[in-house]
């Protein structure tokens, strides 16, 4: 493929300008969830009475996950606007935007996951084998990073007022992620099926399964693969058919 | 090897020039309720047909909004017409805008990678290339600065000399010879009369009807979109120097 190399270089200048001319430089993936979750494992340990020894491990699955989607969509929607100088002079093939975008994200989140794996150690509470089940809800997660932002990329070009909302949108996929509570002990049980229709609260909730070596959810691993599937053909066929106009539009 | 590098067949580009854009949902809707979501048509192209063979140079001349720029974002693949079609073969270097891929934040030398892969070159070759588009640019230290530090004639330099350095197939050319003091216009002149010496195609959009008689072998006049002269360079830069 005559684009590869492209592709490779639009991941590398993500990683490289995301931390130039910090002094910790990519170290930051790995501090910036460390100290989110201290806070938040101080806030709500104490503002919801959790004090279960695993619950900064818990708030931390839940959080770097949500990060990593929020950043990954949130760039992605922004993509084609961000390349509007490319996009406008050369001929590239643009669903190599909103995909870059998504993949350095990607691998800015997979750096950061040592620190899940160190803080499990520090808090005794050691990963079985069945802790490598993980790559089946990152997989999943991956895709469904894909699918939504691919799809907001085309909406983005012609609305511009969806970054707004998106970041409005992000907050409720957030509070309904449980990233930071029991939503057994939280919330009532005619509340809380709902947060199985959130595809990223099912990952997250999967993802947790694999870390403290419990048992999958079948709803809970199969509903955000569709989701993910879905959104990824419908979002990658409007894509490719709106893409010639896009320039006419920013 | 196919001699036609680039067939233009009836080629229309057609913008949609209402003067309400649109740009948010609830501006979206208001209209939409309303029935004012106009469309004024503006041909920026009609029926343009065109074929430039390997090794032909040819001068694209017309006053200012006859359509030249539009013509050539058609070749480059940027826009896509609204109706005809376009073939092409081969690697084509547009110098519409010169470093119109480059990031602010990037130095010298790592933009010079990132538009080489906007060319579609892979690593590879952008490596070995690389010392030579270095000494072509002359930017010295330079090349090591971010390039939100450049000038703009730096930066002209450095898009100019990625692009010639990398050997296209085409290469257009869109005003662009005026970049950076005498020294370097020289210097550019001369590689691209090598260039054409080893048989590039070259398209060169140009007011300069001397440069056009000097370096070009057909020519073209547009006007309002549609091409009213052709013929050798020699003959229709004198025509329409008049």
């Given amino acids: 493929m005559q684009y590869t190399n492209l592709f490779c270089e ?119 084998v069945r802790a490598l ?39 409720l996929i957030m509070y309904t992620s449980a990233i930071f509570y029991y939503p057994d002990r939280i919330l009532d049980s005619n509340v809380s099926w709902l947060l199985k229709f959130n595809p990223l609260f099912c990952v997250i909730s999967s993802a947790r399964s694999c870390i403290f070596g419990e048992a999958f959810d079948t709803w809970e ?30 | 090897m196919n001699d036609e590098l680039i067939k233009l067949d009836n ?29 004024r048509e503006f041909w920026a192209l009609r029926d343009v047909s065109l074929s430039i063979k390997r090794g032909e140079r040819l001068g694209v001349m017309g006053l200012n909004g006859a359509g030249k720029s539009t013509l050539m974002k058609v070749i480059a693949g940027v826009f896509v017409p609204t109706e005809g079609s376009v073939k092409r073969s081969g690697v084509i270097a547009p110098l519409i805008e010169l470093g119109a891929g480059f990031d602010m934040q990037y130095t010298g030398r790592e933009n ?14 952008m490596q070995a290339r690389y010392e030579e588009i270095a000494e072509f640019a002359d930017l010295g230290e330079f090349m090591d600065v971010p390039l939100k530090n450049y000038s703009s004639g730096m930066r ?22 005026s970049v950076g003091d005498v020294k ?35 020519a073209i006049i547009l006007e309002k979109g549609r091409i009213v002269n052709e013929g050798s360079a020699a003959e229709l830069a004198e025509a329409y120097a008049k």
């Fill in chain 2, 11 to 39: 080629v229309g580009m057609c913008f949609n020039l209402s003067s309400e854009k649109v740009d948010s949902l609830k501006e979206y809707f208001i209209k939409l309720v309303g029935g004012k979501l106009s469309y």
């Fill in chain 1, 221 to 250: 691993v199969l509903y955000p693969l569709g989701f993910a599937v879905v959104f990824l053909l419908l979002g990658t066929a409007v894509f490719k058919r709106k893409e010639n106009e896009f320039l006419l539009h920013i």
């Fill in chain 1, 10 to 128: 639009l991941v590398k200048k993500g990683i490289k300008l995301k931390y130039r001319r910090s002094y910790l430089g990519v170290l930051w993936s790995l501090i910036e969830p460390l100290l989110t979750m201290i806070v938040l494992t101080l806030v709500f340990g104490t503002l919801l009475d959790h004090h279960e020894a695993s619950f900064p491990v818990y708030i931390l699955a839940g959080r770097l996950i949500y990060g990593f989607f929020s950043q990954a969509t949130t760039t992605a929607l922004k993509s084609i606007r961000a390349n509007e100088g490319l996009i406008k002079k050369v001929y590239v093939p643009k669903l190599l935007f909103p995909m870059s975008g998504i993949c350095f994200n990607f691998i800015l989140f997979l750096i950061s996951l040592p620190v899940l794996f160190a803080v499990s150690l520090v808090l005794k509470c050691y990963p079985s």
């Fill in chain 2, 156 to 177: 002209a330099r450095l898009g100019f000399a990625i692009a010639v350095m990398c050997e296209p197939d085409v290469l257009i050319l869109d005003e662009v010879l």
């Fill in chain 2, 184 to 218: 370097f216009r020289k210097k550019s002149e001369a590689r691209i009369t090598e260039m054409i010496d080893k048989g590039i195609t070259v398209i060169f959009v140009s007011h300069n009807t001397e440069q056009i008689k000097r370096l070009c072998t057909r």
């Fill in chain 1, 133 to 171: 089940l993980i790559v089946l809800p990152l997989l999943t997660l991956f895709l469904l990073a894909c699918g939504v932002g691919v799809t907001l990329s085309t909406m983005g070009v012609y609305f511009r007022d969806l970054e707004y909302l998106w970041n409005i949108a992000l907050m």
């Fill in chain 2, 112 to 125: 010079v990678f990132l538009y080489g892969a906007v060319l579609g070159h892979s690593k590879k070759y």
